[in-house]
């Protein structure tokens, strides 16, 4: 998808759900070849395990414990890019639940009409 005729909107990461996280990373690992790239639990998100196909590269797949937090998320290249895409969403049938710089990625998390977080 190009946005202002500038990038490309690419997939950030999944997030799945799990009521063992380290559990499942384990057989994503194996499965998969995927790194645990790191591990966090907080009171809103519970325990999480973040994955990667790079030994050190940013997570592509999240598991968590709350069932609230699954989600895809989506890159672009600049704060403007993402400025855009958040101001035209609702004309293309999407609430935004939120967006925010993620490190060296600029992600957009949105809500699909009658569906959960996208």
């Not at 998100?45 to 989600?71: C, K, Y």
């Not at 990625?105 to 977080?117: A, C, E, F, I, Y």
């Amino acid at each position: 998808m190009e946005i202002g005729g500038n990038s490309r909107l690419r997939l950030g990461h999944c997030a799945l759900t799990s009521k063992d996280p380290t559990a499942l990373s384990g057989f994503y690992e194996r499965f998969l070849g995927l790194h645990r790239v790191g591990e966090v639990a907080t009171e809103q998100t519970g325990a999480m395990v973040f994955l990667s196909t790079e030994q050190h590269g940013p997570p592509q797949l999240q598991l968590m414990s709350n069932p609230e937090g699954r989600h895809v998320a989506f890159q672009v290249d600049s704060l403007a890019e993402l400025r855009e895409l958040y101001a035209t969403a609702p004309q293309r049938g999407a609430r935004v639940v939120m967006s925010f710089d993620h490190g060296p990625d600029v992600q957009l998390l949105h809500s699909r009409p009658g569906r959960k977080h996208m």
